[in-house]
């Protein structure tokens, strides 16, 4: 059973616009949340995180929005660039309530393809 | 800083043969968390180490375990491998207390069994 679901394999979009990433979950018991790139032959490499007790988290051009009613999260990338081209994982983890017994749960991953 | 380092970047064996594979954590970090990744199931943990004790272990048989040492460097060893352990295998290391905490990967093992 999959915790963690990004429901769009890939994603394209134009250079200049807005990329918005999209991540459900099941388990009530996740409380952190964190984004990674990953480009091919590499490790991920993290991007951004959010807890629980908020709904929003700014980096530069990232955010990350949290609907816990609705176990949704999202990932905003604005102005989109094409160093953006890569494959993005949600992942989430039972950090306060659970310890992290079970470390991080990922999701399968978007592809993301910027248009020149 | 130098990043976390995983050691041999690719590795061919063949079915029944045992494996280890190296992991140098960022320098200062205690926690090591080892993942593996295939098309079919995605990123899943394996087990985290810290202080050379395994903290947390996720749902994998008994052939797959590993090891901290005390510089906090870790080994994960798969015996008796079978054709199903053909993945990528990153290890990734934390500064934080907790595991579910930013991670910090390295490039990854590519194992094939044939």
């Known amino acids: 059973d999959q915790q963690v679901k990004q429901n769009s394999p890939s994603l394209s979009v134009q250079e200049g616009r807005i990329s918005i990433l999209n991540c459900d979950y099941t388990n009530s018991m996740f409380d952190y949340f964190l984004w990674y790139k990953k480009y091919p032959a590499e490790g991920p490499t993290f991007l951004i995180s959010?807890?629980?007790?908020?709904d929003k988290n700014e980096d530069g051009r990232f955010t990350v929005f949290l609907n816990k009613s609705a176990k949704h999260l999202s990932l905003h990338i604005v102005p989109s660039q094409p160093g953006d081209s890569a494959v993005y994982f949600c992942a989430a983890s039972s950090m306060y309530s659970g310890g992290g017994a079970d470390g991080l749960t990922f999701g399968k991953g978007t592809h993301l393809i910027i248009q020149p | 800083k130098a990043g976390v380092t995983q050691t041999p970047r690719y590795l061919i064996k063949t079915r029944g043969q045992q494996v280890t594979l190296s992991c140098s954590p960022i320098?200062?970090?205690?926690?090591v968390s080892w993942y593996q990744q295939t098309p079919g199931q995605g990123l899943q943990f394996l087990f985290e180490y810290f202080s050379e004790t395994q903290r947390n272990k996720g749902n994998f048989p008994g052939r797959f375990s590993g090891r901290q040492f005390s510089n906090s460097r870790s080994e994960m060893n798969v015996s008796t491998l079978e054709l199903g352990d053909s993945a990528l295998y990153l290890c990734a290391s934390s500064s934080g207390r907790w595991t579910g905490h930013e991670q910090y990967f390295g490039p990854g093992t590519r194992l094939t069994v044939t």
């Open positions: 959010i807890s629980s007790i908020k």
């Open positions: 320098s200062g970090h205690r926690s």
